[in-house]
């Protein structure tokens, strides 16, 4: 299949269930990038364009929703999860609303634009707010499921979408979305790479080098970052006794910091976390994801790591 970023996919979910008159849907000034104007080419008389005001359009959002809306509010991450941070908390979470954040342009591959739009610590802002639920898709297929369950779920989720054409991991045919589970995408005894978002099929890869070295390598993508599926990474930990984890955000807060909390508190083992702890700089997106360790070669090295310190 063609590749094909997560935020297109995201507009075209909204178009695609927008048919439900409960669902409104807002933006600060960058439908055509948030792909938003997807759905507003449908359904014009249900968006709305705040402008740039990203902190109103949260406040907005949560007060269409004690309205009973379900409401979906658009912008990149950084000004999202980074600017808009004091609304998403208070007039968001502590709420417990039913508003969907569709936080778009996240991680390094955003590319040329460079450090102040790459929001790498989106995941973790999120993460510490109580209610808040996040989904990192890792594809066209998941991410329309993810909207799907988004929109079915009753309270406040952060959804997590990049600029970049990746790969389709998942089968069309048989792939099912569940919030709060991850997927086996493939099974293994000696280590296990857990990723999410862009780095599903780069964890995928990584899979297949470390077979043709002789290493077995299980490979759980975590779409749901919270809640997390800690069944599976306990089974996981226990099974392998090695993990690597890999996301394209800092290694403080995201996902490896998750499954380091529910390995530590339950079946410790040996991990090796993949990320970064330094900020974006403007470039190809290939090329920064190669410069920063964001690929399968380093994630079988990693892997091999963690399985030494068994």
Request: glycine letters at 10%.
């Amino acid at each position: 299949m063609a590749k094909k970023a997560t935020r297109e996919s995201y507009g075209e979910a909204l178009a695609k269930f927008g048919a439900n008159e409960n669902i409104l849907v807002l933006d600060a000034d960058l439908s055509k990038s948030t792909k938003t104007d997807t759905f507003k080419k449908v359904y014009p008389e249900r968006f709305i364009n705040v402008g740039i005001a990203e902190g109103n359009m949260m406040t907005v959002a949560a007060g269409l929703a004690t309205c009973g809306k379900t409401v979906f509010a658009s912008s990149f991450a950084m000004f999202a999860a980074g600017r808009a941070f004091e609304q998403v908390r208070n007039s968001i979470g502590y709420t417990n609303l039913n508003v969907k954040i569709g936080a778009t342009h996240a991680g390094i591959s955003v590319g040329e634009d460079g450090a102040s739009h790459q929001c790498l610590e989106d995941i973790g802002l999120m993460r510490t707010i109580p209610n808040m639920v996040i989904i990192n898709p890792a594809d066209d297929i998941e991410t329309e499921q993810a909207v799907k369950a988004a929109i079915e779920h009753d309270g406040p989720v952060y959804m997590r979408f990049g600029r970049l054409a990746v790969e389709t991991v998942n089968d069309p045919a048989t792939y099912k979305f569940e919030l709060g589970k991850g997927v086996t995408l493939k099974d293994g005894r000696d280590v296990t790479i857990i990723a999410t978002g862009l780095m599903v099929p780069q964890a995928v890869e990584a899979g297949k080098i470390l077979a043709e070295q002789g290493i077995d390598a299980r490979v759980i993508n975590i779409h749901t970052i919270k809640p997390i599926d800690q069944e599976l990474i306990i089974k996981a930990s226990k099974e392998t006794g090695a993990i690597v984890t890999a996301e394209e955000h800092y290694i403080m807060g995201g996902l490896g910091s998750a499954v380091a909390e529910v390995v530590a508190q339950n079946a410790p083992c040996p991990m090796r976390i993949i990320g970064t702890d330094r900020f974006g700089k403007s470039g190809k997106p290939a090329e920064l994801l190669k410069e920063y360790g964001l690929t399968a070669e380093n994630i079988a090295e990693k892997a091999k790591e963690a399985m030494s310190m068994k």
